[in-house]
């Protein structure tokens, strides 16, 4: 960004909680069904239909606002928001308008400053104000291309309507597209680590907007803002405010002024488009829905909610560093995911040996991992043979190299790493006197060599190891064989 | 508070409603009337009486209701399109939006 230049930026996050059905009725929330299949009286808003909050809606969305530092309102109120669009069949959208769910949070959010090329440089905390986290019901989804005559005619398919959502909202905190984009990771990871979202931007199931604007860095006031939709990944929204606010600041630097409008982001372009202009900003007439009662929540709810929690990814990536020594990078990986961090704590128990636990997660588990493409629940290695295996390498049992293989083994077959070492015969020989009994065999059989070596040719060492591991059949300790031969070499 | 006949024009904007100016003269004493109907409320005093939304027991208490989260049978795409005015594909067809 230009030197004299600031960014201001505030982003609304929509995401979809993790229910079996919909708020408001019982038709399955399931993506991919045939279109209009999963409704019903209420989702499809005919008259008459009344809406009954789902339960576990409540319960999710208190995890949701627990696990990003909001609190929680004991009673809230759903509203009708009024507008007109074929996706919206009862011509209003249940929401929250001014007593939400929960208000008022103070996250704490590492950041990185990044290099042109997007390699971050440094991590640092940064403090994000979340103003609002309230509940609401989706729309359906009106289809524009793909059927016949779409040049005339829109076609929707309500199975998303009704749909449970959190939507949170910030205060104008960020300076830059990237404290954005590491928010919004910050909190996809929150929300999956609870249980609360599946956060997954490609299914639809997490979305963001972003209200852009600039001003000079010696100005108070804000700029005019601008919001930018269709922003359907974190790296596409990070690109679209990065276009933005270089937009904005050309426009006002050759004179121009920014309008208030909506912005699409086009990727293939690069560019933002306007979609409308603010002239004909909604009127959304807001008032308490009067088929639901507000919603009520115990403090004794709250407190159960919040003791059930797992502890969340930053206090244990700070854990990991603590206990474990692990570096930020190392621990911030181990934390991405909860799954994860609970295959790493159980391995490194396990192997009596936490680094190398991470080491070997990190560099060989993850990679077999993603070509077989399974999650780390799933792994068809448990955290506690992983263990055993990186236990065997540290006492020597194996090499590292070996251990490699073996761990491929184990992948494939779930054998154990003890019964593929004992399978293979790969054990390495550590007894010092059947390394030695080898060694004077060797040597016995190369007098010449020997000679050469103790007249000073030194290089025939590695000749040596050789022939030693070749008669084990590899199985010798090759630090063992190393120290033993020099000494042996050196008697004379 | 009198409704004009710019209120009737916003409303029906709102509503992506075309309407005639003819229809708009019209229209705007039959809304007039209707809010004023209903605005007879504000005659009554109700600053000792708290805010409510939801449904009441014969005894004044909130209902309390709330579902499980479990799946109840759908319409099925069948009958959910059954008594749309242009069903096509399986979908809802509207005239084009965007």
């Known amino acids: 960004m230009k030197e004299n230049w600031e960014a201001v930026i505030g982003l609304e996050i929509h995401a979809q909680l993790s229910t079996e059905t919909k708020i408001f009725c019982g038709c399955a929330t399931s993506f991919g069904d045939e279109p209009n299949a999963n409704t019903c009286p209420v989702c499809l808003g005919l008259p008459g239909a009344l809406p009954v909050l789902n339960n576990h809606v409540v319960d999710l969305g208190a995890r949701a606002a627990l696990s990003l530092a909001l609190h929680i309102n004991e009673e809230s109120v759903f509203s009708r928001k ?3 669009y074929p996706d919206l069949p009862k011509g209003y959208q249940i929401s929250q308008f001014d007593r939400p769910f929960s208000e008022r949070g103070v996250l704490e959010v590492m950041t990185a400053t990044r290099d042109e090329a997007g390699h971050v ?31 005339r005619y829109s076609y929707v398919d309500l199975n998303r309507a009704g749909t449970p959502l959190a939507e949170i909202v910030t205060e104008p905190d960020f300076r830059s597209s990237w404290e954005a984009y590491d928010y919004v990771n910050h909190v996809r990871r929150a929300l999956q680590w609870v249980g609360a979202s599946d956060a997954d931007m490609e299914k639809g199931n ?78 959304y ?48 990986q181990l934390t991405s995911e909860i799954a994860l961090a609970n295959y790493y704590e159980l391995t490194a128990k396990a192997a009596s040996n936490p680094r190398g636990a991470s080491n070997w997660i990190r560099s060989e588990l993850l990679r077999e991992l993603e070509a077989a493409d399974v999650a780390v629940a799933d792994s068809p290695v448990k955290p506690e043979e ?12 194996i090499s590292g190299k070996q251990g490699k293989e073996v761990l491929i083994e184990m992948f494939a077959t779930g054998k154990t790493a003890a019964a593929i070492v004992e399978e293979r015969g790969l054990a390495q020989v550590s007894d010092t006197g059947e390394i030695e009994g080898v060694i004077a065999e060797v040597l016995a059989a190369n007098p010449p060599q020997v000679a050469q070596y103790r007249a000073g040719k030194e290089g025939l060492f590695g000749f040596f190891v050789g022939q030693v591991m070749k008669a084990s059949k590899g199985k010798a300790n090759p630090k063992l064989v190393n120290e033993l031969l020099k000494k042996k070499l050196s008697e004379s | 508070m009198p409704i004009t006949e710019s209120d009737i024009e916003k409303i ?68 959910a399109l059954d008594q749309a005015p242009d069903p096509s594909h399986g979908y809802f067809r509207v005239p084009k939006v965007l």
């Open chain 1, 82 to 84: 009024n507008y007109f």
């Open chain 1, 121 to 151: 440089r440094e991590w640092r905390p940064m403090t994000v104000r979340i103003t609002r986290m309230h509940l609401e019901e989706d729309a359906g989804k009106n289809v524009h291309e793909g059927l016949p005559d779409t040049d």
């Open chain 1, 206 to 283: 997490l979305r963001c907007e972003a209200n852009v604007s600039v001003r000079r860095k010696s100005e108070e006031q804000f700029g005019t803002k601008v919001e930018l939709k269709n922003l359907n990944s974190v790296r596409f929204m990070q690109r679209a405010i990065e276009y933005e606010i270089d937009r904005q600041i050309k426009l006002i630097e050759s004179g121009g002024r920014v309008t208030q409008e909506t912005r699409l982001w086009d990727d293939r372009a690069g560019e933002t488009r306007v979609m409308r202009s603010k002239e004909e900003a909604h009127d």
């Open chain 1, 285 to 332: 007439r807001y008032f308490p829905e009067p088929d639901l009662q507000p919603l009520v929540v115990t403090p004794e709810f709250i407190e159960s909610v919040r003791a059930a929690m797992p502890e969340l990814p930053e206090a244990r990536r700070r854990r990991f560093m603590q206990d474990y020594e692990l570096s930020y990078n190392d621990a911030a």
């Open chain 1, 386 to 397: 992983l263990g055993a295996l990186v236990r065997i390498i540290d006492e020597g049992g």
């Open chain 2, 12 to 79: 029906a904007k709102l509503a992506h409603l075309e309407i005639t100016d003819e229809e708009r003269r019209a229209l705007t004493p039959q809304i007039a009337s209707i809010v004023a109907y209903v605005e007879q409320l504000n005659e009554l005093d109700t600053s000792q009486v708290e805010p409510a939304t939801g449904g009441f027991t014969p005894e004044g208490e909130r209902t309390r209701a709330g579902r499980d989260d479990v799946r109840h049978r759908s319409l099925g795409q069948a009958a």
